[in-house]
């Protein structure tokens, strides 16, 4: 009896000690009435990418009661996967998230989300609803127009929307890069069939790939009257390719994102459009003090309408001291 009133006793001190050292570990965490904010970003090593960092960094420095962790995935999902779990070891009140892969990305978010943690998805998400916001541009929109766009200027030329499209990817298995590929190709099968889709091919939304991809388009076809590019970094690289062969002429370009480099191609006359594309981050920062502050959110997804740009309005929107307008 003696031994079993022992060892209820050395349970109770202990369970008392262990309430005591959490405690203590929460005091220490939140005794500065701060919250840990982690932003787990694809890569940095990507302009858009690394100008989307930047403005998170600038967005949170705003909030005095914020300190924030910002990482680099590397352009690996693996790496960015050990980013988030590094996160949620350290105490972070609330993850934002640029996912590199949708897939590969789904199952850590979808676990952080079941810890209690809140989880804000920009521009790119995860598979299912394991998430507590995802702010994203209208990818199949953007898609659309950048598809009726090149119809309306094949029809200038040949008095019908016909012709021959090539189309350089963004990351395979990211949310845009699908999102953004069924747009554009849902578009021309409901409304332009002649409107031919002969090469499709990742360029990882980089420029050295973007010009490489677009040589190899122009040394296989002879014949190439469009191309939609999804990003301003590989389209860049593609016109390097497309000058350097001479082929500039006869080639319609549309591209996405809206960088005050591509904005200004469009006002030379070398980019045909580039619709504006948000980099989702105010939206995202406001929602995320909202949720720490206890308030519930009256939507699951912020989805942001994009603006078309081209030489009707390009001079508008440029700011050589921008990286975008927005």
Same mark, same amino acid.
Not at 28 to 54: E, H, M, V
Not at 79 to 99: C, F, H, W, Y
């Given at each position: ?41 694809? !890569? ?5 990418? $690394? ?5 998170? %960094? ?6 005095? #009661? ?11 999902? %693996?790496?960015?996967? *050990?980013?988030?779990?590094? +996160? ?15 897939? *590969?990305? !789904? ?35 953007? *898609? ?6 090149? &119809?309306?200027?094949? !029809? ?32 021309? @099968? ?32 002879? #014949?190439?009257? @469009? ?8 389209? +860049?690289? @593609?016109?390097? &390719?497309?000058? #350097? ?19 200004? $191609?469009?006002? %030379? ?12 981050? $105010?939206?995202?920062? %406001? @929602? ?23 030489? !009707? ?14």
């Amino acid at each position: 009896m003696r031994g079993n009133t022992w060892k209820a006793g050395v349970w109770v001190i202990t369970s008392l000690l262990m309430i005591f050292v959490c405690s203590i570990l929460v005091q220490a965490k939140t005794s500065d009435g701060k919250w840990l904010i982690g932003f787990a970003q694809d !890569t940095l090593n990507q302009p858009w990418r $690394a100008y989307q960092a930047k403005v998170v %960094e600038r967005e949170l420095k705003k909030l005095p #009661n914020v300190v924030q962790l910002i990482t680099d995935g590397q352009g690996r999902s %693996e790496k960015q996967i *050990a980013n988030i779990e590094d +996160m949620v070891t350290r105490g972070i009140d609330l993850l934002i998230v640029s996912p590199n892969q949708e897939g *590969a990305l !789904t199952p850590v978010i979808s676990q952080v989300y079941k810890k209690g943690i809140p989880v804000i998805c920009i521009d790119r998400g995860v598979s299912g609803e394991d998430y507590t916001l995802w702010v994203k541009g209208d990818n199949f929109k953007v *898609a659309a127009m950048c598809a009726d766009y090149i &119809a309306q200027k094949l !029809t200038k030329k040949f008095g019908e929307p016909r012709g021959n499209v090539v189309v350089l990817e963004g990351v395979p298995g990211s949310s845009s890069a699908i999102e953004r590929g069924q747009g554009f190709k849902n578009r021309i @099968a409901e409304k332009y069939p002649k409107m031919k889709i002969i090469a499709s091919q990742p360029a990882d939304y980089r420029r050295d790939k973007g010009m490489h991809v677009m040589e190899d388009y122009l040394q296989t076809f002879r #014949n190439i009257d @469009a191309i939609f590019s999804m990003a301003d970094e590989m389209t +860049m690289g @593609a016109i390097s &390719a497309i000058e #350097n062969a001479g082929r500039r002429k006869e080639i319609i370009i549309a591209s996405m994102n809206a960088t005050s480099e591509a904005i200004k $191609a469009v006002m %030379e006359g070398r980019i045909d459009c580039t619709p504006l594309y948000p980099n989702c981050v $105010a939206p995202a920062v %406001e @929602a995320a003090m909202k949720i720490l502050a206890g308030q519930k959110l009256k939507q699951k997804i912020i989805l942001i309408d994009p603006v078309m740009i081209d030489e !009707t309005n390009a001079s508008k929107f440029y700011f050589p001291d921008r990286y975008t307008p927005e």
